[in-house]
């Protein structure tokens, strides 16, 4: 877990940071439309993830907080005018918290929107100064069994539980994002497990089951890495069905 004693990779000036790219008009990550910035860094291996090359700090390009800034504002007209606003997505942004911090505090202060697109494997105290400028958390809980979260990530989930009480703690709006593999994440006490646990927040607007997809598994081939879901197909409309059908009987709203 993101540990103080561990951000020996994070860079010690807050102005500065390592961005793998952005996105200008991006419509799928929060409301409106959003310019999305993508850092580098992430602790986690998923098994579906769809951006390994964000997976270390040093691969993605340093970055200044003005630079981002000057970007974004050539497009707040776009984003106010939507509803839309900034997303700070990964990698996993929590991994280079000065950074990111500094990014959202000036959003704020112009005025736009801002959302953290986040694993949520932070400790409580890296991660609470930067969701002070935090509008909306996309939350993704990749599972509520421990063997299968850890089978797919590869770190516990204790973290992301604890992150996600504390923002149900102090009313911060969250997106939960459940990722919907067959034969991995679709086993029925799996979804009963995260609905139930999900319908004890108080701050949850929507959760989102997102379909399996093989998109990214091209980059896992152009790195070298081993692409353990080669063979596993996406669900079936049937079995999304039944996982939203899980989640809408413990009166979690869905899409």
């Known amino acids: 877990m993101l540990s103080r004693s561990s951000q020996t990779t994070t860079n010690s000036n807050s102005s500065l ?6 996105e200008t008009c ?4 929060g ?5 999305v910035i993508f850092t580098t860094g992430c602790p986690l291996r998923c098994l579906y993830c769809a951006n390994p090359d964000c997976r270390h700090i040093e691969d993605g ?4 907080v003005d630079e981002l800034i000057v970007e974004i504002q050539k497009y707040t007209s776009y984003m106010k005018a939507s509803g839309g606003g900034v997303t700070l997505c990964g990698g996993e942004p929590l991994f280079q918290p000065d950074f990111v911090k500094e990014i959202l505090k000036r959003c704020k202060e112009l005025g736009i929107h801002t959302a953290l697109d986040t694993s949520g494997f932070c400790e409580l105290e890296i991660a609470k100064p930067v969701l002070e400028f935090v509008d909306l958390v996309l939350l993704d809980i990749k599972s509520f069994d421990r063997a299968t979260y850890k089978k797919v ?7 992301t539980l604890a992150l996600a009480k504390y923002l149900s703690d102090i009313n911060k709006p969250v997106w939960i994002r459940y990722v919907l593999v067959p034969g991995l994440t679709d086993e029925t006490q799996n979804v009963e497990g995260v609905a139930n646990f999900v319908a004890t927040l108080k ?6 089951v997102l379909p399996f997809h093989k998109m990214g598994e091209y980059k896992w081939e152009q790195l070298g890495y081993e692409y353990k879901l080669k063979d596993t197909l996406p669900p079936t409309p049937e079995q999304v069905k039944k996982a939203v059908d899980i989640f809408k009987s413990r009166g979690i709203a869905v899409v």
Request: hydrophobic share 30%.
């Open 31 to 35: 409301p409106g439309i959003r310019f």
């Open 153 to 159: 990530t590869s770190v516990s989930i204790e973290p």
């Open 17 to 22: 940071g390592y961005i793998h790219s952005v």
């Open 203 to 208: 701050n949850v607007e929507k959760l989102e």
């Open 61 to 64: 390009k340093l970055t200044s």
């Open 26 to 29: 991006g419509t799928v990550d």
